[in-house]
């Protein structure tokens, strides 16, 4: 998500210095966007960045951070007006997460995991070298981080009956014992809609070969979390018994994302999560309504007042 945010909005300096290693994996990032009260609505986030000197001064905190355990720097949204509008007050940063003040502590999931955390920013110091676009125009350079995420979880690269529709098709080769007419009826439908899921992928992927990632990214994401949260669960009905066991629950260490790996307790728990991370799916409802279909916008009457003058 670093990466396309970079390439659009980050000076020459600043691609040099962060696209090569940010490719290779020498250094990781992550992504403080959301805080304990700006989730869906992430442009009411509350964390301040106040100039000083030649850089900025930041105090908040942020949640639900993957891998900021592991990271080496993390793209900041921070709060630098609260005299506009919440959308307009915005800016982004580069924020180093070994500097002073950074402090990460981990958030146990319902798979026993700590894949992501909280994060503390107390006095964290910027340069302002290390800000991507102009002051105030953080949540336009959000938005393409958004995009690129949503792109990211829901129109990666599959074969033919890859991702969560092979693993469901092989327990149902492998078990004939198990096989019921009413399942059979929910798998076939679930193959076709995964095959056309796979098929939209394929061309939305040719449409961003030529530029950017739009709003579109969002129709894949909400499809990628229905039908991983439909096939896991019935997946744990054909294994009967052995579905609902989950060998592993002692596990504690910090772990990459993985969506099916690991045994059949662990996809169906860790599935949950996909229609809230990366953007919840009503809220990426409301996107594909306005931004894709061109439908009216909800009404929004906290969009000309002041942030300092919202209720929070």
Same mark, same amino acid.
């Given at each position: 998500?670093? $990466?396309?945010?970079?390439?659009?909005?980050?000076?020459?300096?600043?691609?040099?210095?962060? &696209?090569?290693?940010?490719?290779?994996?020498?250094?990781?990032?992550?992504?403080?966007?959301?805080?304990?009260?700006?989730?869906?609505?992430?442009?009411? /986030? $509350?964390?301040?960045?106040?100039?000083?000197?030649?850089?900025?001064?930041?105090?908040?905190?942020?949640?639900?951070?993957?891998?900021?355990?592991? $990271?080496?720097?993390?793209?900041?949204?921070?709060?630098?007006?609260?005299?506009?509008?919440?959308?307009?007050?915005?800016? =982004?940063?580069?924020?180093?997460?070994?500097?002073?003040? %950074?402090? !990460?502590?981990?958030?146990?999931?319902?798979?026993?995991?700590?894949?992501?955390?909280?994060?503390?920013?107390?006095?964290?110091?910027?340069?302002?070298?290390?800000?991507?676009?102009? %002051?105030?125009?953080?949540?336009?350079?959000?938005?393409?981080?958004?995009?690129?995420?949503?792109?990211?979880?829901?129109?990666?690269?599959?074969?033919?009956?890859?991702?969560?529709?092979?693993?469901?098709?092989?327990?149902?080769?492998?078990?004939?014992?198990?096989?019921?007419?009413?399942?059979?009826?929910? &798998?076939?439908?679930?193959?076709?809609?995964?095959? !056309?899921?796979?098929?939209?992928?394929?061309?939305?992927?040719?449409?961003?070969?030529?530029?950017?990632?739009?709003?579109?990214?969002?129709?894949?994401?909400?499809?990628?979390?229905? &039908?991983?949260?439909?096939?896991?669960?019935?997946?744990?009905?054909?294994?009967?018994?052995?579905?609902?066991? =989950?060998?592993?629950?002692?596990?504690?260490?910090?772990?990459? @994302?993985?969506?099916?790996?690991?045994? %059949?307790?662990?996809?169906? /728990?860790?599935?949950?999560?996909?229609?809230?991370?990366?953007?919840?799916?009503?809220?990426?409802?409301?996107? @594909?309504?306005?931004?894709?279909?061109? &439908?009216?916008?909800?009404?929004?009457?906290?969009?000309?007042?002041?942030?300092?003058?919202?209720?929070?």
């Amino acid at each position: 998500m670093a $990466a396309p945010t970079i390439l659009a909005y980050g000076t020459e300096e600043q691609k040099r210095r962060y &696209l090569r290693p940010l490719w290779t994996g020498e250094e990781i990032w992550c992504q403080l966007f959301s805080e304990p009260g700006a989730g869906s609505d992430l442009a009411g /986030l $509350a964390t301040r960045a106040v100039p000083d000197g030649d850089g900025w001064v930041v105090n908040g905190q942020k949640v639900w951070t993957s891998a900021a355990h592991r $990271a080496d720097f993390g793209i900041l949204v921070a709060r630098t007006d609260p005299d506009v509008p919440k959308h307009r007050g915005l800016t =982004y940063f580069i924020c180093d997460m070994h500097a002073p003040g %950074v402090q !990460v502590r981990p958030l146990r999931q319902i798979t026993g995991e700590a894949e992501f955390n909280e994060v503390f920013l107390t006095d964290v110091r910027i340069p302002d070298s290390q800000r991507l676009g102009a %002051v105030g125009e953080g949540w336009r350079v959000a938005t393409t981080t958004l995009n690129a995420e949503r792109v990211a979880i829901g129109d990666g690269p599959t074969p033919r009956e890859g991702g969560m529709i092979g693993v469901v098709a092989k327990a149902w080769r492998d078990h004939p014992e198990r096989r019921r007419s009413a399942l059979h009826d929910r &798998l076939l439908r679930l193959w076709v809609e995964s095959e !056309v899921a796979r098929l939209t992928r394929m061309r939305l992927r040719q449409k961003l070969a030529a530029g950017l990632p739009g709003p579109e990214g969002a129709t894949m994401k909400l499809t990628f979390a229905r &039908l991983n949260q439909a096939l896991s669960g019935l997946e744990v009905e054909l294994r009967e018994d052995d579905g609902i066991r =989950y060998d592993d629950w002692s596990f504690v260490r910090p772990h990459r @994302v993985n969506f099916t790996g690991r045994d %059949v307790g662990y996809r169906y /728990l860790r599935s949950k999560g996909n229609s809230i991370e990366g953007g919840t799916s009503e809220i990426l409802r409301n996107i @594909v309504a306005e931004r894709v279909l061109g &439908l009216p916008a909800e009404p929004r009457t906290d969009k000309d007042v002041p942030w300092k003058d919202l209720p929070r």
